[in-house]
Structures are given as C-alpha cells and as structure tokens.
C-alpha cells in the first residue's frame, strides 16, 4: 500500500497478559496436579495430558482477553469495556463478540501520522496522495481501471 501504513501486528498481547497467562498455567497445574495425587483411580493417559492440556485452555483464555486488550485499543474501540466483556461472559461469548464486532483497522499517513478510512485516496489530516486517483475527480482509483468509474475520465 503506497504512503499508508498499517500497526505492527506483534506486540499486540501485552506483556502483562503474557505473565497472567503464565501464572494461570503454573496455578491450574498445581492444582489438577494435587487432584490428581489424591484421586488414584484415575487412568494413566488422564494423569499425563489433564496436567498440560487444562492449564495450557486457561492460559490461552487469559492471551485471548489480552488480545481483546490490545487490538481493540489500536482500532481505537471502548478497550476497557471489551476487555471487561471478554472476562466477565462466560464460555468465551465475549471474545467471540468482540471478533465479530470488532471496528476495521485504521491505516496511518506516512508523513503526518493521521488515522484514516483504508479505501481514502488523499490523508485528511495533510492532503498527501495515498492511492492513485483520478485526475479529474481525485477520487481513489482501483487496479487495472483504463477509466474512472465514478467521473467516465480515461485514467
Ligand atoms: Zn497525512
Ligand atoms: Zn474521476
């Protein structure tokens, strides 16, 4: 995309969702761990794999609140409110909620910074040419367009 750029999408879970995360895993794991020393008559496969895999689904609920967190506060939504949805309503239904509802992602000027619709074709905040637009209309032209489709113009 020419002169607009998009967030980096790395860092997106804060660090503080990844200790949480770690933690949660550490707590659920001791716990079904002492369950399962004191509950002897539980077969083999479920004393190997209840001990990772039920901390590993309550750790990876605690990375999905933390992305709730950091995406919506990049796309400029209600953070906390969501963040609080993604918590509080059980089964996940919040962080379902949330992917389905979710604002698009904004895109930045390259030279002034300023969030803006993707499909613009000149940045509201310092008038630079993002996409290509007609010469005539100046409004945003798609690929492989030999004419405006708004104005008729040959382009
Ligand atoms: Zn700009
Ligand atoms: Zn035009």
């Not at 001990?51 to 990049?74: M, N, Q």
């Not at 962080?95 to 000149?122: E, K, T």
């Amino acid at each position: 995309m020419m002169g607009a750029q998009r967030h980096d999408h790395r860092a997106v879970i804060p660090a503080v969702a990844w200790l949480i995360a770690g933690v949660v895993f550490a707590i659920v794991f001791l716990f079904i761990s002492v369950l399962l020393i004191r509950e002897n008559e539980a077969p083999i496969p479920a004393r190997i794999f209840a001990p990772i895999v039920i901390p590993l689904i309550f750790a990876s609920y605690a990375l999905a609140v933390g992305y709730v967190y950091g995406d919506s506060k990049r796309r400029g939504m209600r953070h906390v409110m969501w963040t609080l949805l993604a918590i509080f309503i059980p089964n996940g239904v919040g962080i379902i909620l949330y992917f389905i509802l979710r604002d698009p992602m904004p895109v930045y000027c390259s030279r002034c910074g300023h969030p803006m619709n993707p499909g613009f074709a000149f940045c509201p905040g310092c008038g630079s040419n993002i996409l290509p637009a007609c010469p005539s209309c100046h409004r945003t032209l798609q690929p492989g367009w030999t004419h405006c489709a708004w104005c008729g113009a040959r382009v």
